[in-house]
Structures are given as C-alpha cells and as structure tokens.
C-alpha cells in the first residue's frame, strides 16, 4: 500500500499564497489553496479598473486556469471562517478542513480607522465589486451632474476626495483627474471642467512617507500639475455622503469619497487566538512560523515581523519573498531539517501619476517622469499574470496613451 501524502493547505490565493503553491510544485505533497475567490488579483492596477481604464478581467485570472499544469495542486472554493491551530483544523463555508501544514496568506483588508461614517459613504478599494462600484460611482455622478440644475448641487457631484497619500492615494487622484479631464470632458462638452475637482487630502505633511524628499516632492508637484488639489494636515473626521468633515472644522462637499488611507491585516488573522499588533497584524517568528505552531506558517499583509529595527511593509514584494521562505521551510520540515530565517530583499518603490509621470526609487536611485513611468510600465506588465492579461493591457494602455481615451467608461448594473 501507497504512503499516504502529507497535505499542505494554503490559504489565500494573493500574492503570497499563489507564490507559495507554485513553489511547492513537485513536492511529495497533496497542494490545496483555499480561497473566497475563485482568481488572483492584481491589486496594484485595482485603481485602473476604479477608473475606467481596464476591465476586471484584465488584472485578474482564475486560479485553477494559472495552477492547472499542477499535478500535487487542488483548489476549493471557500471561506475560512475560524482556525483551531491546535487540532490542525480549518473551519470554512464548506465544513471542516484539516492539514499537515499550513500558510495562511489571507492579506488585509481597508482601515478606516474607526470613521464609522466614512466605511459607510465612502469607497474602499481593495477588491474588484469595490474598484467597479468606484467607476459606476464617478460615471453616475457625471450623468447626475447633467440633470442638476443647482450649480452648489452640481459642483458637489463634481467633487470627487482621495484620502490617503500613499501610491495608492497618489495613483488613484492622478488617474481620476486624467479621467476627468482627458477623456469625460469630450463626452460631457456641455459641463464646465471648472466645476470639476479632484483633491487628495493627507493628514500628515507628506506623500509617499517612504519615498526620499526629491520624490515626494515630484509627486506633489506633478499632482497640481495634473489639476489635483494636494492638501496636507487634512485629517477627515466625518463623512455623511454629501459632505467631507475635516478635523479642522472645514467642510468640502463632495458625493464622492475614496479612502486609501489605511489597510489592517485580513479579520481571519484575529481568529487564530494569538496577540495581533499594529494594523492587526500576527507577530510571527522570523523563519514565519506562527509561534508555538511549527507546522504553521503565516506569511504577507497579516503578518508582523521587524527587520532592522522596523516593520516590514505590508506590499506584494514582502508576501512573495515570505511564500518563497515559507514553501522552502515546509519541504525543509518534510526532511526533517531545521528552518531557515526569513530575511527581505527591498528591490525599491514604484508610483504613477497618470500619462508621463511617475516617480520610482529603485535599486538606490531616483527616478521621475517619463523614465520612471516607463519603467512603472515595464514592472506592471511583467508582473501582471498571463500571457493574455499582458497583451490586453499593453493594448488598452496604447489605445488610452495614444487617443487619449478610456476603454471601460460602462455604468453597469449588477
Ligand atoms: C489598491 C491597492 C494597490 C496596491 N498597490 C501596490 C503596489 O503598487 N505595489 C505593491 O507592492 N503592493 C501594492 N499593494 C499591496 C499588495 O497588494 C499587498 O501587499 C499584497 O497583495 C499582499 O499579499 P498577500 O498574499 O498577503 O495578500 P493578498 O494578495 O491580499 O491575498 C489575500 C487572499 O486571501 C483571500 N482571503 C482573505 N481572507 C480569506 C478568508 N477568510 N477565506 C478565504 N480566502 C480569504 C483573499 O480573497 C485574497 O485572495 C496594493 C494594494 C491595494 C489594495
């Protein structure tokens, strides 16, 4: 009789629970990624999606269509609800689940920091019924804008704040005020572009924090360039749908409001009954192991761990250099050998800011403009999974650059 395989489950089929399964290809061992979703997402071009430029189907791909030349591979199409480390037991949407090992890679999700009213009016973007709600949003308020006869009313649904100013804060106003101002103007010629605004509101005094001064500095300066009102110390405090209520007291109407201020780690990563951190993050030893649980390794966005002094960020880089560590200390395990320490790679930061610009520290140099958004170009495409998914983009990104057009400008209903 046979030996019976031992099963590794992986849970989350992002970045770092995709990487995860193809790196244990070939191991003597029966693969099973567990998602809610049944594709991987490329989260970086969500804001793309959010306006107008791709469609979801572009950044996007099934799983089992990516996994399929995987013979130890299975895939199963379910919520985690709960985890029992002790019993080695999964508790998902579809009963229980039990594994040998483990890597949960279950990411993080928006923080609202606790405005209530702003997870209730405002847009998160994380997901793509989130990214394709956001251009339904901004669609219907152009269309609403030509049906109201009130020029305050018609400013308001003209007024569309960003909160946040990290790249996905930056990339996301840049793109909505290219939008604006490039492409929806041609279609709406009877509307006056003045009316139309696109700020970024950031609490601190900075874009970019992790981006050296030159580059932040950029950014800004290509934002207003690029018709985006930059507005620091802008801390939000209350939002009703209508209207934007600073912590100053200053109030901006606006029907639109984008929160790109904050992500935690994924609610799955507070069920495992251990101490959560900043951002509701795990603390896991440095070979990832969730402490106490050697068969058990928790990798990317819900995973704390410090290197030389500071937190590792939560970016796709980090999600896909721990999957790589955590596969390798699981076949590692299977040989009874002892695990090794996970240690990051910092390859460099990326963002956009719409036709042309974009800044990019890389390899210890600073880019800006074209080179930097050639080069933003490059990486997103390389990245992007699927042979098909990169033609489309590049495509679609040609067809926008060139006529200066947006190719999924659909309100659609569900
Ligand atoms: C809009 C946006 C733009 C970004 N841009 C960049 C960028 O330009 N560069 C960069 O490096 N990083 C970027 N990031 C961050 C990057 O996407 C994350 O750091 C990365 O996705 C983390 O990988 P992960 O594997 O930990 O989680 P994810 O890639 O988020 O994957 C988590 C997976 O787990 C699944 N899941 C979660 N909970 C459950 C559950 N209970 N049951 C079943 N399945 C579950 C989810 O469906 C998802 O598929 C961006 C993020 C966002 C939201």
Redesign the pocket.
Known sequence: MGQTLPTVVI???????LRAARALRGVPAQIVL????NYH?F??L??QVATAGLGPEEIAKPVRTILRGQRNFDFRL????GTDLAARRLETSAGPITYDYLIL????ETNYFGLESVARHGFG??DIPEAIAIRNHVLTCFERAMLEPDAERRRALLTFVVVGGG??GVEMAGALSELDRLVLVKDYPRLNIKDVRVLLLEATDRLLGTMPERLREAAAATLWRKHVEVRFGAAVEDYDGTRVRLKSGEVIPAHTVIWAAGAQA?R?ASHLGLPTGRQGRVAVEATLRIPGHPEAYL????AYLEQDGAPLP??????IQMAETAAKNVRRAMRGEPPVLFRYRDQGTLATIGRNAAVAHVFGLNWTGFPAWVMWLSVHIIQLIGFRNKLFVLLNWAWDYFFYERAVRLISRE
């Open positions: 849970v989350g089929a992002g970045f770092g629970g567990l998602d809610r979703n997402l989260q970086p969500l804001y379910v919520e985690v609800t890679a279950v990411g993080g973007l994380k790249p996905t994924s799955l990798i990317g966005d819900a939560m970016v796709a880089p980090v999600a």
